[in-house]
């Protein structure tokens, strides 16, 4: 995270140098995936919304280095 803030893309959206809602939206993605996989783990009902949550699902399940690659 600090590389992401030195580098000014959390920066706010109107400011005098915005930050990147690109960045913003992967971020999103990514923090909404794994916390819908821990969801799930948890006993929440409801399907998978995205296929990239069956592989974060997998790696909170057997956390490795290919697991965590592959979410």
């Keep these: 995270m600090r590389w992401q803030v030195s580098r000014g893309v959390l920066a706010s959206l109107e400011g005098p140098r915005p930050g990147s809602r690109w960045w913003r939206a ?3 993605g990514l923090l909404q995936d794994t916390w819908e996989a821990d969801r799930l783990l948890a006993g929440a009902p409801g399907p998978v919304t995205r296929s990239a949550v069956q592989w974060w699902v997998q790696f909170l399940q057997s956390p ?3 697991s965590w690659y592959r979410a």
């Design 26 to 28: 992967v971020n999103g």
């Design 64 to 66: 490795s280095p290919q």
